[in-house]
């Protein structure tokens, strides 16, 4: 059996190359893979194609998030729903290398953006969808009529890595996320070809999780890493 | 000049949430329309729906009581209910596009009167925020908009055709306003329901487009 186990979150990213495509999980806080976040801006890998549903709005202190690659100016380009923040007044780090040129951003509908990942984990070459139709983001695209209603052609997003942050694991990298935890992270983990995860808590035996309870089975998921006792688990997003 | 106020913020989105049918599912946008589950339907089962991959939860969290790995999809922490699912962003997009929702509330800049709506990019600004919004207002049985009904200077959002980039085309049904209720029909806007003490012609002069007045135009409805 292959041991997937990780000692350190440094450790985990060592590999990852300059120019890598790394898919981020989470979703308005939980699921953010903040300690790979962390170690990848520790170990300084640049021109990072970053595949997320938003490209982090703090990237600092506790609420650690992708705004910390970006604030490194570690990122090159970001797939994601979000460039800017919600509300015009809200300020994201991204947003202001964006308006500057020094980064570039691909937007997307947030369910075409979930779609393009699940497809290139599922083997689909490419599909159509109504999402976007008669806007800025069917420019360029193929649009086709079936039973009367016109659908975008959409193409799948892989990536060399993802970075996913999950409950727990078993050692043989079966994985269950915890509640609203799970957004993005059974897809992403199925899309790229390295997957790791960050899990709160201990990794138990083979066998202690029921298999008609696994999120993401154990061939989908490369590395494991545990957040270490006493270090919190998800941090609380409101500041 | 008499001292009438334009509605406040609760009782537009009360109007939209009286709306709701008993056993709809519903998704709330970011901002006004999250509002809505504020009001409470003393005789129909509203089953909330958020994009992040949550269907069937409860109402806010109070500080101190939050799980903190459960937040709707404004990122506020709500409270689980008995028979509420988790699901993976795939899961739950597809079931926003293929028709399970059956009303999406959302905010917006610009609505224009054949229903199409913008709510993702100012003028002047490169990118912005698309989130669910796109996937919503396809998939959903019915839009409704809440937004006021003019911008902070006075220009009217309410307008023939909108000027900022699309979020969809075709699909906004009704929009409350801090002036009123407004649908749209196969012919323009209809100005449904009236904020107390105003008059049609200051809602029609606040409108940037023809605003038909109902024969059975009344104040709007409020809460209790």
Known sequence: ?239 | MTDKQPLDRQTMADRIAMEFQDGWVVNLGIGMPTLCANFVHADKEIVYQAENGLLNYGPMAIDGEEDRWLVNAGGQYVLPLPGMATMDHGDSFALIRSGYVDVTVLGAYEVAANGDFANWRILGRKGGGIGGAMDLAVGAKNVYVIMDHTTRDGQARLLERCALPLTAVGVVKLVSTNLGLVEITPSGFLLREIAPDYEPEEVQALTGADLAIASDLRTVQTAG
């Open chain 1, 1 to 239: 059996m292959k041991n997937k186990q990780y000692d350190t979150f440094d450790a985990a990213v060592a590999d990852i190359p300059d120019g890598a495509t790394i898919m981020f999980s989470g979703f308005a806080g939980p699921g953010t893979p903040r300690n790979l976040i962390a170690a990848l801006t520790r170990q300084g890998a640049k021109g990072i194609h970053a595949i997320t549903n938003s490209p982090g709005r703090w990237g600092d202190g506790d609420l650690v998030d992708l705004g910390m690659l970006v604030r490194a100016r570690q990122i090159a380009k970001v797939s994601a729903a979000f460039t800017a923040a919600t509300h015009p007044s809200a300020k994201m780090p991204f947003s202001e290398l964006y308006e500057a040129g020094e980064v570039e951003a691909e937007l997307m509908p947030q369910g075409t953006l979930a779609e393009r990942i699940r497809a290139a984990g599922a083997g689909i070459a490419a599909f159509y969808t109504p999402t976007g139709v008669g806007t800025e983001i069917a420019e360029g695209k193929e649009v086709r009529n079936f039973n009367g209603r016109d659908y975008l052609l959409e193409l799948p997003l892989p990536a060399d890595y993802a970075f996913v942050h999950a409950h727990r694991a078993d050692e043989i990298g079966n994985v269950q996320y915890r509640l609203t935890q799970r957004n993005f992270g059974p897809i992403m983990a199925r899309a790229a070809r390295v997957t790791i995860v960050e899990l709160d808590e201990p990794i138990v035996p083979a066998g202690e999780i029921d298999p008609d309870a696994v999120h993401t089975p154990s061939i989908f998921t490369d590395r494991l890493v545990v957040i270490p006792e006493g270090q919190v688990k998800e941090v609380k997003n409101q500041r």
